[in-house]
Structure formats: structure tokens, C-alpha cells
Nanobody, 125 residues
Framework: QVVLVESGGGLVQAGDSLTISCDASGRDYMISTMGWFRQAPGKGREFVAALKWSGETSYTDSVKGRVTISRDHAKVTVYLQMNSLKTEDTAVYYC???????????????????WGQGTQVTVSS
């Protein structure tokens, strides 16, 4: 099994930057794609960004230009750097991982096999 643990969430002000992390352990050699999803109060879980080990990235339109997903190649850790945060970015952010995932399926939550417990990001006005 793969275990994912998110960290780095917190309370920030609109316009601030924040980087959250996701550490994978266990059978992390099975992972070929990692992504971030978020769920705001009263809303469904939505795709934010994803990164394939081959280098492809995908971002939802609402975060393009403000958010960067990256990986520490020395270990199985993925980061989500968020700039110019908005109050609508407030959500629980979940890390997800998959072992086989075509590029076209990167935004699809049902194609991810493993999930973290989430980290809260709150952006105040």
C-alpha cells in the first residue's frame, strides 16, 4: 500500500503565498502520478493540479498562473506552491497518487488509487 501525508496548510491572508507538501511512503515505487484536489465547504472535491513522473503537468483553469506543482526527485514528495491566494482557494487540500494514469485522466479523481487525509488551507480577506 501507499501512504500519503499532507502538511503545510494554515491560515493566510488574501494575496499571500503558501506551499503545501505531500510525502509518500510504503510502496511508493508504484506511483507514477501525483495530484492535488480540494474540497471547499458545501462543495464537491475538485481537481487542482497533477504531475506525472514523465514530466507532464495539468492545472485547473482557476489556478493557472498562480499555482505550481513540483516534485522532490530525491524522495517521493510533491509540493503545491500557491501564490496570490484568494478567499475562494479556501478548502481542504488532498493529495492523491496513481500507478497508471493517462495524461487525459489526470484531472479525474476516480483514476487515483491512494489518497491522503487532507490539509486545511484558509485564506482570509
Amino acid at each position: 500500500q501507499v501512504v500519503l501525508v499532507e502538511s503545510g496548510g494554515g491560515l493566510v491572508q488574501a494575496g499571500d503565498s503558501l506551499t503545501i507538501s505531500c510525502d509518500a511512503s510504503g510502496r511508493d515505487y508504484m506511483i507514477s502520478t501525483m495530484g492535488w484536489f480540494r474540497q471547499a465547504p458545501g462543495k464537491g472535491r475538485e481537481f487542482v493540479a497533477a504531475l506525472k513522473w514523465s514530466g507532464e503537468t495539468s492545472y485547473t483553469d482557476s489556478v493557472k498562473g498562480r499555482v505550481t506543482i513540483s516534485r522532490d526527485h530525491a524522495k517521493v514528495t510533491v509540493y503545491l506552491q500557491m501564490n496570490s491566494l484568494k478567499t475562494e482557494d479556501t478548502a481542504v487540500y488532498y493529495c492523491a497518487a496513481s500507478n497508471v494514469l493517462p495524461v487525459s485522466s489526470m484531472p479525474n479523481s476516480s483514476t487515483y488509487h491512494w489518497w491522503g487525509q487532507g490539509t486545511q488551507v484558509t485564506v482570509s480577506s
